[in-house]
């Protein structure tokens, strides 16, 4: 069973920056793609980025020159480096995986940090 630890939110002031980090446990097969995405309330679950094995990264575009992801593939971890950070940015961020098993691809999810962004 794939298992997803989340850590690093908490609440800082805008402007300010935190760094997420999780750690996924438990896989039989390589991870194709990690990412983090984020829920506000009120509000549908939205990309934040990914990134695959081979290190190529994607952002949503309001995160784009603030929040970067990195990937240890040795470690089955994965980070994100958000900087510039605005009180829309406060949401629950979620861990993601996506595995090929054997064909069935897969995604399993973090049980979600929270990050608040207030003054």
């Known amino acids: 069973q794939v298992q997803l630890v989340e850590s690093g939110g908490g609440l800082v002031q805008p402007g300010g920056s935190l760094r997420l980090s999780c750690a996924a446990s438990g896989s039989r097969f390589g991870i194709n793609v990690m990412g983090w995405y984020r829920q506000a309330p009120g509000k549908q679950r939205e990309l934040v980025a990914t990134i695959t094995s081979g290190g190529s990264a994607n952002y949503a575009d309001s995160m784009k020159g603030r929040f970067t992801i990195s990937r240890d593939n040795a470690k089955n971890t994965v980070s994100l480096q958000m900087n510039s950070l605005k009180p829309e940015d406060t949401a629950v961020y979620y861990c993601?995986?996506?595995?090929?098993?054997?064909?069935?691809?897969?995604?399993?999810w973090g049980q979600g940090t929270q990050v608040t962004v207030s003054s």
């Open positions: 993601n995986v996506r595995i090929n098993e054997l064909g069935t691809v897969r995604d399993y």
